[in-house]
Structure formats: structure tokens, C-alpha cells
């Protein structure tokens, strides 16, 4: 009797009097997990991109055809007795956040697929050597993937709820389906929470902020061909290039704290795993931005508004979502104490006491 996700067999399943029997080395289960559990997580990160989708393309044809007052900057459809709500720029604001993640997250999800093919063809090859380097790539990127982007589907499906106003609340519509569907997603295998100890304290400490260097570095590589570039690009390589370099410095000051209070891993993780979400996205949106501007330059046959609507897609990503980023630098340095110096008797006066 679930909340949703009713195509799959998840279920509660009780023990009560089962016989247990041992799969793999006594006291190893965790590290023969992770042999297949970044595969599924990847998986799991689908199932955010996926939420994203449907709620965008029902969000957008509702938009344009749900009329709604006239646009404050004038009628837009004279036939109709109001004009289409995607007029409001209140209204684009949330089907931009659908597309953003979308089709930034689908593209975070072929960029991990494709190293996981490329991992599997090194083992096929018998090259260990790159197949421990992509494993250890792979590794890294997967907690964000799981984290952010089911995070994020969450949000796109619950703005595909907002879109409909009313009617998204009423089922027959489906908006609301799609939210509970996807809810399931940030919990299961392993928990947003999980996912951002795995990435800040699991992934990076542990290995001495190895995987974080090398990550940086292949954005300052991005960032670095394109800082000198005219327009939107330039400004936007720019952008990324600051937000890198402060994301290397945060996980180092987080290291430094960490070796007085332990706890400072746990209280930055999930704003730490975020803001790593948003960076991402905001390169893939970057890579997507340069290769529309190529292809516009080129000509030929192709739709020139699919490349341009692609760059205007961009802008909204680093003018809009990726300013998230300040509030979860913010909240990243909340003072221990803020968090971790109410008695847990405390928290309540009235009930679990």
C-alpha cells in the first residue's frame, strides 16, 4: 500500500522466522554492494530525469493552451479571449526549471553511460589500469547524479503540479501521479542524505580530495577554452570557471574543519552535494551552449530555433538556477551549534518526549 510507484514491485517484506543465508564474505556485505550498486544508482538518477521530462511536456502543452488574463506587456493572443498562461513570466519561470533539468540531467546521465561502456570495453580489454581510473570517475559522479537529480525531478514534478494549479491536484490529469511516482526516487537506494555522506565524506575524504582535484581540474579545462570568448559563452565559461574554484576551495575548508569536529562532514553534505549538482549542470548546459553556437555559425539544413532555443535555455540555467548556488554556500557554514545543541528531548514539548 504504497504512496505511488505502483509498476514496481517494491514492497515491505517482513522476516519474522525466515532463515537467513550468507551470499559472499561474512562481514563484507557492504563492500560487495557497491560492486553493482553505482549501476543502479545511475539508474535511479533516470528515474529523476525521467519524472522531469513528463512533468515538462505536460506542463507545456497545458500552458499553451490554458488561457489566463492578458500578458502584462500587452495581448499576446487577440483570437482568444485570454492569453495562454505560458505567457507569465511567473509561469516560464517553472517550465524553464523543467527543461533545464531535463535536458541538462539527461545529458549528465549519457555522459556516465557512456564511461561506464568505456569501463566495461577496458575490462573486456583487458586494460585494468583505465578500467580502475573510469571506476574511480564513475564512482565520483554517481552520488551526484543519484542526489541532485532526483532532487531535482522531485521539483520539476511538483512544478508540473503548480503549472495545472488546481487540476494538477485532481488525478485524472496525472500531474499528480507523476509526483508520487518520483518521490520514491531520493529515497531509495540510499537516501539524498546517504548519497551527499558518500559523495563529501566516502568519495573525497576518505581518498584525501583526489577524486575533487581531478574533477575540478577537468572543469577549469572546459572553462579555460572558452574564458576569452565574446558573448553569452564567454560570460558564462567565466561564471563557471568562479563557481569551480570556489567549489574546490569549500571542500577544502570542509576538510579543515572536519579535522576538529567530525560532525562538520554531516552538516554540509546534502548543501555540498546540491551546489555539486548545480555546477554540474550548469557544464553540461555550457557544452550544449558552445556546440548550438557552432551549429548555428555553420548553417545548413538543419533548425536553427532548436540550437537557438537551446542557448536561450542556457542563460536561464546560469542566470537563474544556478544562483542557488549562494544559499547553499550559506547554509554550508550554519555554525555547528545552530544545529547539533538542542537536547533531542528538546525538540518537542507536547509529544515524543
Not at 112 to 122: F, I, P, Q, S, T
Not at 299 to 324: C, H, V, W
Request: with cysteine; glycine share 8%; charged share 20%.
Amino acid at each position: 500500500n504504497k504512496m505511488g510507484c505502483h509498476g514496481s514491485p517494491t514492497c515491505q517484506v517482513e522476516f519474522d522466522g525466515a532463515q537467513g543465508f550468507l551470499i559472499g564474505t561474512e562481514n563484507r556485505g557492504l563492500n560487495h554492494m557497491f560492486t553493482f550498486i553505482n549501476t543502479s544508482r545511475v539508474g535511479t538518477a533516470v528515474q529523476g530525469v525521467a519524472a522531469a521530462e513528463l512533468a515538462f511536456q505536460n506542463s507545456l502543452w497545458y500552458a499553451k493552451e490554458r488561457g489566463s488574463m492578458r500578458a502584462l506587456s500587452g495581448t499576446k493572443e487577440p483570437e482568444m479571449v485570454a492569453d495562454p498562461i505560458i505567457y507569465h513570466p511567473s509561469v516560464r519561470t517553472m517550465l524553464l526549471t523543467q527543461k533545464c533539468i531535463s535536458e541538462g540531467g539527461r545529458s549528465m546521465v549519457y555522459e556516465c553511460g557512456k564511461m561506464a561502456d568505456y569501463m566495461m570495453r577496458a575490462e573486456i580489454n583487458g586494460d585494468t589500469a583505465e578500467a580502475h581510473r573510469l571506476d574511480e570517475r564513475l564512482g565520483f559522479l554517481t552520488p551526484i547524479l543519484k542526489g541532485f537529480l532526483t532532487e531535482a525531478g522531485k521539483e520539476a514534478a511538483d512544478l508540473g503540479i503548480q503549472v495545472y494549479g488546481g487540476h494538477g491536484y485532481i488525478k485524472d490529469n496525472k500531474a499528480e501521479q507523476v509526483y508520487r511516482d518520483v518521490r520514491i526516487a531520493p529515497v531509495w537506494e540510499g537516501t539524498t542524505q546517504i548519497q551527499a555522506l558518500d559523495l563529501l565524506g566516502r568519495k573525497i575524504m576518505l581518498q584525501k580530495l583526489k577524486p575533487i582535484n581531478e574533477h575540478c581540474n577537468e572543469l577549469y579545462k572546459l572553462c579555460w577554452k572558452h574564458m576569452f570568448d565574446t558573448g553569452p559563452v564567454g560570460t558564462h565559461a567565466r561564471s563557471l570557471m568562479n563557481h569551480t574554484m570556489e567549489w574546490h576551495l569549500m571542500t577544502y575548508f570542509i576538510g579543515f574543519s572536519a579535522k576538529d569536529n567530525k560532525e562538520w562532514i554531516s552538516s554540509t553534505s546534502v548543501d555540498y552535494l546540491m551546489y555539486s549538482g548545480y555546477v554540474t549542470l550548469a557544464a553540461h548546459w555550457l557544452q550544449m551552449e558552445v556546440v548550438a553556437q557552432e551549429k548555428l555559425k555553420a548553417g545548413g539544413n538543419e533548425e536553427a530555433e532548436f540550437y537557438q532555443a537551446k542557448i536561450q535555455t542556457s542563460a536561464f540555467m546560469f542566470d537563474y538556477l544556478l544562483p542557488r548556488t549562494r544559499g547553499h554556500k550559506a547554509n554550508m557554514w550554519t555554525p555547528l551549534k545552530s544545529i547539533t545543541d538542542m537536547k533531542a528531548e528538546n525538540f518537542s514539548f507536547d509529544h515524543a518526549r
